[in-house]
């Protein structure tokens, strides 16, 4: 595990098993994305209050400004390396949702093919069966792509509330589901 990285998030797990599980997981996460080799899912699912939204934004600010950019072939026939970019975009659930309720669905191609995407609040726009089929349709198209959600939902409510199919996005091929229900921070600490 990359000590820096961990020293960046800036998470204080206060002993705390969960927080400790989130806090490495997004560390062995962000060392794969580096590698990029063998792209997955990491989903923070679970309550709110947690520190789900704050090390994903960590984890793609830090990304962001240290390895958007790469040397690579532009072609495999190529031998020349040149610096290429990696598209990638945090997007908040309801941003998604109100774009395309809009009637704008340009915003479709960039979440189906950005080398990373990061959906924060995930469900918390689930409310007809459009919803329901656009995040099907957008999940289906990420398999096998750099892909982190957190939602205050848990998996199973996922399946239950939305629907089973999205559920099962979340736990496919080498995807990895962290369970984040735990205190939330403002309550630690707090004296009954």
């Not at 063998?38 to 962001?64: A, D, I, M, V, Y």
């Not at 982190?148 to 999205?166: F, G, P, T, V």
């Not at 559920?167 to 080498?174: E, G, P, Q, T, V």
């Amino acid at each position: 595990m990359d000590a820096e990285f961990i020293a960046y998030l800036d998470f204080k797990t206060l002993g705390d098993n969960k927080l400790e599980a989130m806090q490495n997981s997004v560390a062995q996460f962000m060392a794969e994305l580096i590698e990029n080799k063998h792209p997955r899912w990491l989903s923070l699912l679970g309550s709110s209050g947690t520190g789900k939204t704050h090390l994903t934004k960590k984890l793609f600010n830090e990304f962001n400004s240290k390895h958007k950019y790469y040397m690579g072939k532009p072609d495999p026939l190529c031998d020349i390396e040149i610096t290429q970019r990696r598209e990638i975009t945090f997007f908040d659930s309801s941003f998604i949702a109100n774009t395309l309720r809009s009637g704008d669905y340009s915003i479709m191609s960039r979440l189906k093919s950005e080398h990373l995407i990061v959906i924060d609040d995930f469900g918390s726009e689930m409310d007809t069966e459009f919803m329901v089929a656009k995040w099907i349709e957008i999940l289906h198209s990420r398999e096998r792509k750099w892909t982190m959600i957190n939602s205050n939902y848990s998996l199973s409510e996922i399946a239950e509330q939305m629907d089973k199919r999205i559920a099962s996005r979340f736990i496919r091929d080498r995807n990895t589901v962290i369970d984040c229900n735990t205190t939330d921070y403002g309550f630690r600490g707090v004296q009954k």
